[in-house]
């Protein structure tokens, strides 16, 4: 009997060790994940240097949609919230293309922000009211340089047929979209 009730306490404790362990993955980063897996789906290293593109491409543009969510939210300008939800609709509308296109092409995207981003999101909600305004709009400056540089980037450069037609289709908008965040940017300081 006590060998069965030894038994029992080992298994337990075996399952409870097991589930703690699982339970740690699940906050392993989502963009990290994904490139793991792109990695040892393609072989060829001009594929896989796509498949990391589109992986930060994504992790971007969730980006994008999230803070822009914030900004709705904790915003106080009015040209802040147009922005933001501009930003919501926009990469909410080419995140779902890009998914599309990774499915298609058998590319694992991440499900979420990396958790680098979603530390700076809880940085972020930490703000209101002008406070938030400026931060954000400084944000959206910084974001949408290294994002255009990065789509430009892909448009030239890129391997993949379709990733890099994709790319140069988003550069117009990416260009866009800056000229407004700087804007933005200026007018919201300028009412300090």
């Not at 906050?27 to 072989?43: I, P, Q, V």
Request: proline share 1%; aromatic share 6%.
């Amino acid at each position: 009997m006590k060998k069965i009730a030894l038994n029992f306490a080992l298994c337990a404790s075996l399952f409870t060790i097991a589930s703690c362990g699982e339970s740690n993955n699940e906050t392993t980063d989502s963009k990290e994940m994904a490139k793991d897996a792109n990695e040892e789906k393609f072989d060829d290293t001009k594929v896989e240097d796509d498949t990391k593109w589109a992986v930060s491409a994504a992790d971007a543009g969730m980006w994008e949609v999230e803070v822009g969510k914030l900004a709705l939210k904790n915003g106080s300008a009015g040209e802040v919230k147009q922005f933001a939800q501009m930003m919501v609709d926009d990469h909410t509308a080419a995140n779902k293309e890009l998914m599309d296109m990774g499915a298609k092409k058998n590319i694992t995207l991440p499900a979420s922000i990396s958790n680098d981003k979603q530390d700076r999101l809880t940085e972020m909600a930490k703000k209101t009211g002008h406070d938030f305004d400026v931060a954000y709009m400084d944000q959206m400056v910084d974001d949408h340089q290294k994002v255009l540089n990065m789509f430009k980037d892909e448009a030239d450069n890129g391997k993949d047929a379709d990733v890099k037609a994709w790319a140069a289709s988003k550069v117009a908008t990416l260009e866009s979209h800056l000229q407004m965040a700087e804007n933005g940017k200026k007018s919201v300081k300028d009412k300090k």
